[in-house]
């Protein structure tokens, strides 16, 4: 169909008619995933070192999977007095938003406004992308899945107006961008995504037998590979890898039974067929899939109320729900020793089930413009989109943390051993002066430490926190030893995503010489002192230096 890109009534209802997706970034705080609160404290320190003047072209998420993009995108609204928390909801925002209009731009390209808009809906309440935002609050991979269907409905609207008499190269530039945006937010998802998109252009080429575009188009590609390459350089130069203890990628594939599961879950991957992940293609999705295999197979006309310049969908329907198999294929234990090779591409295998989600909305639209009279019909339409939605409500109801339990004041962002994140800290004192790089206090005075944790995963043993004040000797002028909060909240009871805030009063000697002393922190096991593993930015030690502080007479 020729392209369109004029707002349209349809258009207009699509925010409204996802609006349950998007209505929890309203609520008050973030609600308690895998990744959410620690992408606030990544977006946190990226914004203190940019104030600092350290504009760090290697830099990356360390807590967080995937690339950049999402994190500098958050420190547009940063700058404009927003809290980090917020930036962070409005790119999860903009990512749930985004979705359904790449999705929409794409389909009505093929198929008109109404199979779009039933796409663009499935597409954002498909299970998946529900679970990516809501259960892993993995900022990077809800943007990617917005950039995939957007980088599809380029190639494909570059493919059709390069080969128009008037046809624009301007297609091309876009294309090109597209495709960068998606590489600089998220490398492995762009690589699965690349090779859907060249798929696509030499299928409509070659079914179409339009071979002027296709030079152009895969030119367009070529460039934002390679200006999607060259920005990742920088951070594969300076080796900064993530801090989250690596994973075997051939542990964490996806059993056929885990994507017709009708229950949703919340907790993390684990390895083998009892994965509390919620992975489902979704009862709505998955119904519209065996439609349009119906529709494939049904000999004779099935598209009788089509315009003529509307593209056939039974074509379509074969190519997508091909490329849906090809990737679901690689999701599954059968392909466990290609994920010897393609471990280092993506974290988890089941992140390309997001690819699953974007054939089959494409699908659920060729089915309305294959049967375009009994379905694209208001009232049959308006069923359908109702029942796409209803499928899905039920997994739109996270917990929240609230705001003030994330003050992303001090980010410290360090890994500890069992996956236990220490994230921030708070110090106030009464005779607390100076400069927020050296404050400075008396000696003997009592001060107030606050430590916001989070566990990645489950914890099987009870550690003791430890907190001390020292100097360069070491000698230790203050500090306390004992479980989290006071006892009352041991680590085997941390649920995943949960915040713990922990405070801490500690009285410094009022024997302690004038000088700078440390603030650390860390845990150990109490049978035998064993402290953990801590990992950060710069390294690793057996404690966190969460700053210092000038102790005066």
Do not use: C
């Not at 080969?163 to 490398?187: E, F, K, N, Q, V």
């Not at 375009?372 to 308006?382: D, E, M, S």
């Amino acid at each position: 169909m020729k392209a369109t890109y004029g707002l349209d009534r349809y258009l207009l209802l699509l925010p409204v008619l996802v609006a349950p997706v998007w209505a929890p970034l309203f609520f008050p705080g973030l609600w308690q995933s895998h990744e959410g609160v620690p992408a606030v404290y990544e977006v946190a320190g990226l914004h203190q070192a940019l104030l600092q003047g350290h504009f760090m072209p290697g830099w990356s998420p360390a807590l967080n999977d995937g690339g950049p993009l999402p994190f500098y995108l958050a420190e547009a609204p940063i700058l404009l007095g927003a809290h980090p928390l917020v930036a962070v909801k409005l790119v999860f925002g903009a990512s749930i938003l985004g979705a359904g209009l790449a999705m929409y731009a794409l389909v009505r390209q093929l198929w008109g406004r109404r199979p779009a808009l039933l796409a663009a809906v499935a597409y954002t309440y498909a299970p998946f992308f529900l679970a990516t935002v809501y259960v892993r609050g993995a900022l990077a991979d809800a943007l990617a899945y917005a950039l995939i269907p957007l980088v599809l409905a380029t190639g494909h609207h570059a493919s059709q107006a390069l080969d128009a008499p008037t046809g624009s190269w301007r297609a091309g530039p876009w294309l090109a961008l597209s495709l960068t945006a998606l590489i600089w937010t998220h490398g492995g998802l762009a690589l699965a995504a690349l090779a859907l998109v060249v798929a696509y252009v030499w299928w409509l080429a070659i079914w179409q037998r339009r071979w002027r575009p296709l030079p152009v188009t895969m030119a367009a590609l070529g460039v934002g590979s390679l200006v999607g390459l060259a920005l990742w350089m920088p951070i594969l130069a300076e080796g900064r890898a993530s801090l989250l203890f690596p994973v075997s990628a051939a542990e964490h594939l996806v059993y056929p039974f885990q994507l017709l599961l009708p229950t949703w879950g919340s907790g993390l991957s684990i390895p083998g067929p009892d994965d509390t992940l919620p992975l489902q293609v979704g009862v709505a999705l998955g119904g519209l899939a065996v439609l349009g295999l119906v529709i494939l197979v049904t000999p004779g006309e099935v598209d009788p109320g089509a315009a003529g310049d509307e593209a056939p969908p039974r074509p379509y329907i074969a190519f997508f729900l091909v490329a849906t198999l090809v990737v679901l294929a690689l999701t599954l234990p059968v392909a466990a020793p290609a994920w010897g090779l393609l471990g280092w591409l993506i974290r988890y295998p089941w992140q390309w089930l997001g690819l699953v989600a974007l054939g089959l909305s494409v699908v659920a639209g060729a089915v309305v413009a294959a049967w375009r009279r009994p379905l694209a019909q208001l009232g049959p339409l308006a069923a359908l989109i109702t029942a796409v939605a209803w499928g899905s409500y039920g997994y739109l109801a996270p917990a929240f943390v609230d705001q003030d339990q994330v003050p992303a004041q001090h980010p410290i962002n360090a890994v500890l051993q069992d996956d236990i994140l220490l994230l921030d800290y708070t110090l106030t004192a009464e005779t607390l002066q100076g400069s927020a790089d050296l404050p400075s206090v008396k000696a003997g005075d009592t001060i107030h430490l606050t430590l916001y944790w989070q566990a990645r995963r489950p914890v099987a043993e009870d550690y003791t926190v430890f907190t001390h004040i020292i100097d360069a000797q070491p000698r230790q002028w203050a500090g306390k030893d004992n479980p989290p909060v006071q006892g009352t909240r041991p680590t085997s009871s941390w649920a995943v995503g949960e915040v713990i805030v922990d405070a801490y009063d500690l009285v410094l000697d009022a024997q302690t010489p004038a000088g700078e002393v440390e603030v650390e922190a860390g845990m150990y096991l109490p049978a035998d002192g064993r402290r953990l593993a801590v990992r950060t930015r710069s390294g690793q030690d057996l404690r966190a230096v969460l700053g210092r502080l000038l102790v005066r007479q």
